[in-house]
């Protein structure tokens, strides 16, 4: 995550850096010189040192999270694993003289213990420490009892036959409360706490997961929840009230620089915008000054975090991969500050590296008196200014080097008016004609918000030259640009407007459109979610849970293989139907794979756009022209489409002549017809009255083409072949799922119900029609006679299959394609 400075933690027996009786030559003991673009120390640092929020509580909270939802799927199907009934045995018989200790620590975990430990932390005079604890523990109580009665697992007594109880307990299984307070408090106190400290309290969170089996209150399931919860607990409210650590210290940077021939004399932190490390100005005993950075464990989670969350959000984002380790991370940035300087940039000189006691590593670089363009009032950025600063980035560039964080903040103006370029810790070498426009747009739109777009484009234009500036223009957007870039654009909102016009002028050529950047919205992939939970949550309750619960339990797993068999076999079939549609020769296996990588698009995207989307661009890699590549999909739609109404009417004649079996109709009918209604209403609501431009034009155009191909035999077979294995591998699948759950409904009623069920989908305005097909099947096989249990857990199997499970590969296959410009 990309966020600014913070003030350091200062541990116990530390003095905060740039304080104590080595820190002087100023007055009250710190420097007044400026460096790297600051004035000074940050302001009011002793009051802000411990409030602080750590990247690593976020990937707490989320794997304590997953961890907790998962154990929460399993405990609640009532399933109990072999390995958790030979552990919990294992504990559960230990001799009484080694399991009575443990049923004494294990009271730590009780909820009495939360106010006692924090009056001891208040009684040390660490009110924030007991603050935490507070919070935490009591938090951590509470959450375990909701998420009890959400899961409903039983103790172990009334799940497994023989155990010795110890405790009196009458509550539920998952997860454990007693190690979730044990947890929360290990974890809040942490941060606080020396290394061995921490150690210890983990081993007491340990004796208490064994202290509950010991007494029989526990399943091994319900404590590792249980330990999950705490953690995840306690990390929120670090996230929430901040808290110390994961900075270095005063004597860890001075122990840290004397190996490599620095004596500091004070250590001072700075208030800069620091992205990636923790900065500081030493002065050293001799006189020289020096710049250094600080990379740690915190800077690293930071990087994974935010580089996650950029390959998650954007396409072809082009970052370097995350880095394992601090010293990794220093090296890197000392490496392309080296090639810059040999290049002839200005840039402060990399002088050394040296790790620190903390586990911090330190880049020492020479100091360079000045202010950053940031700082700089408007005026005092004149045109000779702008031309020096885009003639750095010349340099740069010309080494093939991308800064890719280049704004005003990383821009030095030393006392002689000089540009210097700061901050390689993003920075690339061997950069892509992408990466180098995107600095050249950052910096454009950085400059703009305060010099105005026209100087900045004359600027930029005659340092760069017309075309370099041109490439920039497809990123001038938001999305492409860093955060307090974007802030400086607030107040200006037809900035980049006038920036792409001003260049396309100059160029005497039209803007360029702006490049598709956005992966997907966070708002669709919340909906993406928060449906599938509800559908797969929902269903069992309106199918009768106990029923449906019952037919998991008694699953046979070779039916489900032959159905992931059938299921993997459709994009086969696709990739057939594909080849019958086109042309020009293709490679049946790479046409499967984009078949594979298309289902990945279409999690993301309504009534298969995405992966139609994808079908043309390969298309056009292909060789094919826009025009034809889009005739090419469309054809293979509408022959899908003419296959599917086919086969709903042969399937409806031979139902006419069928005897079906009848079934009681669920408890929640109602729910399933009105959940199927409005979904495939509100599609026709969205593709309405657009629809009969953006569909019905075009399936007229598309069946004309169709005709065309159907006059050529072998691609009709092709075509029609392919288009008809699609449609029955996935009714196979269907079938297949609900024999595995002990329902043998006639093969035609559930290719019947199938093709209905999709056909609903496919005017669901969700991905994949989520929640419109679960409905739609339930319904028709409930009406066709199957049980209501069998029915919707063979639904839930076939969407698992056939949604679900591709999404992986489909995301591999995507990647792998991209790699090696397939699509």
Known sequence: MRTGPRPPSVGPGEEPAGTGPAAGDGPQGRSTGTEHGTAGPHPGWARLRHVRRHPADVLRVLAGGLVVAAGAMAAHHGHVFAFDVNLFRLVNQLPDALGRPLLAVMQLGALAAVPAVAAVALAARRPRLARDLALSGSLAWV????????????????????????????????????????????????????????????????????????????????????????????????????????????????????????????????????RGSVP??????????????????????????????????????????????????????????????????????????????????????????????????????????????????????????????LRRANVLVDLDRQPWLLDFGFAEAAASPRQLAADVAELLASLASVVGADRTVRSATEALGVDAVVQALPLLQPAALAAATRADLKAQPRLLDELRERTAATAGTEPPP??????????????????????????????????????????RWPWLAAGLVLSAASYLAAAVAQL???????????????????????????????????????????????????????????????????????????????????????????????????????GLV???????RRLVVPALRAGRELTGVLRRPGKSAQLLGGSAGVTLSYALTLACCLAAFGARPPLVGTVAVYLAGAAVASVSPTPGGLGAMEAALVAGLTALGVPTGPAVAGVLAFRLLTFWLPILPGWLAYRALRVDGTI
């Open 143 to 274: 959450l375990a009892k909701l998420v009890q009665d959400l899961v409903g697992r039983a103790r172990p007594v009334a799940l497994i036959d023989g155990l010795v109880g110890r405790a009196v307990d009458t509550g539920l299984g998952y997860p454990s409360g007693h190690v979730a307070v044990a947890a929360a408090l290990a974890t809040a106190a942490g941060p606080w706490l020396p290394r061995p400290a921490r150690r210890a309290a983990w081993g007491v969170v340990w004796l208490v997961e064994l202290g509950r089996m010991y007494a029989g209150a526990h399943l091994p399931l319900d404590v590792v929840g249980g330990a999950a919860l705490g953690w995840a607990v306690a990390a929120a409210t670090h996230l929430a009230v901040g808290a110390p650590g994961g900075r270095p210290t005063a004597s860890a940077i001075r122990e840290g620089l004397r190996p490599a021939g620095i004596d500091p004399a004070t250590v001072d932190p700075l208030g800069v915008d620091a």
């Open 280 to 405: 500081f100005v030493v002065r050293a005993r001799d006189g020289e000054r020096y710049f250094v950075k600080a990379v740690g464990r915190e800077q690293r989670d930071a990087d994974l975090l935010y580089k996650l969350w950029h390959w998650a959000a954007f396409r072809d984002v082009e970052d370097e991969t995350p880095f394992a380790t601090p010293k990794q991370a220093v090296e890197h940035e000392a490496y392309i500050g080296l090639l810059a300087a040999r290049a002839g940039v200005r840039t402060p000189p990399v002088l050394t590296a040296a790790p620190t006691g903390d586990g911090h590593v330190l880049l020492v670089q020479q100091h360079v008196a000045g202010e950053t363009l940031d700082r700089l009032h408007p005026a005092q950025v004149d045109d000779r200014l702008l031309a020096a600063v885009w003639a750095e980035v010349a340099r740069l560039h010309a080494a093939r080097i991308a800064h890719r964080d």
């Open 514 to 555: 702006l490049e598709p950047l956005t992966r997907v919205r966070p708002r669709t992939l919340l909906l993406l979610v928060a449906a599938g939970f509800a559908v797969h949550l929902l269903l069992p309750q309106v199918g009768e849970l106990r029923q449906t619960l019952g037919a998991l339990q008694a699953a």
């Open 580 to 682: 019958g549609a086109v042309d020009p020769p293709l490679a049946l296996g790479r046409t499967s794979l984009v078949q594979v990588a298309s289902s990945f698009a279409n999690r993301l995207t309504p009534a298969s756009l995405g992966g139609i989307g994808m079908n043309v661009r390969y298309l056009q890699r292909a060789g094919m022209d826009r025009p034809a590549a889009v005739a090419a999909v469309a054809v293979n739609t509408a022959a899908g489409a003419l296959v599917h109404v086919l086969g709903l009417l042969v399937a409806a004649v031979l139902i006419g002549r069928a005897r079906l079996g009848t079934s009681p109709i669920p408890k929640g009918w109602p729910v399933l017809v009105a959940l199927a209604a409005v979904l495939a209403g509100g």
């Open 686 to 692: 969205l593709w309405s009255p657009l629809g009969r």
